[in-house]
């Protein structure tokens, strides 16, 4: 497999305008990295990623306004894997400067082993970023380097980059040198893996 980069997909207008909604429905979290929930995530994917600073409250008014992009991006990915998908989390990260993500897979430990002995990495097994700011403009650093593609990847407001969660696809964001770097992550799992059984769409 591959990275898949779909540039523009949407608007730059539209990157800003889902900032502006993101901003005002996010906490910051103890790691120094922001984190506002679009829906509630399955069980075992909130116990991976630890607290989402979701207020949920909020849960609905962001489920309008972007459930059906999520659902379009969803389906690329299912384009592109040729596989029925659940959306398994999805979260608006905001990277102030001073963080940054190490290398690492998404659905396993660099040495293979499960990310935890629930079974969790089988709702991880596909990610996908959707970029709404952009490097050099809104922030510095925070590049994305995937080593085994030779790709080094500098954030554009309304990208989109779909990958398979296993050590093939590991990958690193550089640290943010200034600024807040912007996206929203998704992981989907194969239909039905999704424990709690609930998507975005229900509430």
Not at 5 to 15: F, G, P, Q, V
Not at 131 to 156: A, Q
């Amino acid at each position: 497999m591959t990275v898949t980069i779909l540039k523009n997909y949407i608007s730059a207008e539209h990157a800003k305008e889902y900032i502006e909604l993101l901003d005002g429905h996010s906490e910051k979290t103890d790691r120094g990295i922001w984190n506002a929930l679009g829906y509630e995530s399955s069980l075992q994917a909130s116990t991976v990623n630890g607290t989402t600073g979701a207020k949920l409250g909020d849960l609905s008014l962001v489920n309008l306004r972007l459930g059906d992009l999520f659902d379009r991006i969803k389906k690329e990915a299912e384009e592109i894997f040729g596989e029925e998908m659940d959306l398994c989390q999805g979260s608006y990260q905001m990277m102030p400067a001073g963080t940054q993500n190490p290398m690492h897979a998404d659905r396993v430990k660099l040495d293979g082993s499960p990310i935890q002995p629930d079974g969790a990495e089988e709702e991880l097994e596909w990610s996908g970023l959707l970029y709404l700011n952009n490097h050099e403009e809104d922030f510095t650093g925070g590049e994305v380097e995937y080593p085994n593609f030779d790709i080094w990847y500098k954030p554009r407001a309304g990208d989109v980059v779909i990958f398979k969660g296993d050590l093939e696809h590991m990958h690193e964001v550089k640290e943010v040198l200034s600024g807040e770097r912007k996206n929203v992550v998704f992981f989907w799992a194969k239909r039905g893996n999704v424990s709690d059984g609930r998507g975005y769409f229900e509430y």
